[in-house]
Structures are given as structure tokens and as C-alpha cells.
């Protein structure tokens, strides 16, 4: 594929196993230009995700706050 390929590493907090990575070939991602306040980029659209994430280029651009997540590990 001439996609970039992103590794996940698993959060499941079983130590006693390796971690379980996927692979993603970004090139298969749906994605779609959006605006978010006032500036176009380039979104990943994922209808079953649990959280919205940025980069933080992104996050310095909207000079947005940095919220951490306290919720359940996803």
C-alpha cells in the first residue's frame, strides 16, 4: 500500500500478555474537510468512536487548552 500505515498499541491492562498492535493503512480512512473554528482540515471520520482527538499542531493553531481524558482507558 502506498498509505502510512499507523501502529496502536492495545490499552488493555493485562500485563502478562504482549500488547496487541494494529495496523491502520491510512489511505483506507474516511476522511473529509471540515471547519473547525474557522480553519479547514483534513478530519478522519470515525462514527464509532469513543473520544475526539487533535495534534497538537492542531491544538496550537485553535490555540486551544489541552484537556486530559480521566475517563475509562479506550
Do not use: F, H, N, Y
Not at 24 to 35: A, G, H, K, M, Q
Not at 49 to 69: D, F, G, H
Amino acid at each position: 500500500s502506498d498509505g502510512v500505515s499507523v501502529g496502536m498499541v492495545s490499552t488493555d491492562e493485562d500485563e502478562a500478555e504482549e500488547p496487541t498492535v494494529l495496523l491502520i493503512d491510512s489511505s483506507r480512512l474516511i476522511t473529509e474537510t471540515v471547519t473547525c473554528q474557522g480553519v479547514d482540515i483534513r478530519a478522519v471520520i470515525d462514527t464509532g468512536a469513543v473520544v475526539s482527538v487533535a495534534s497538537p499542531e492542531l491544538q496550537r493553531k485553535l490555540q486551544r487548552e489541552r484537556v486530559e481524558w480521566d475517563g475509562p482507558s479506550v
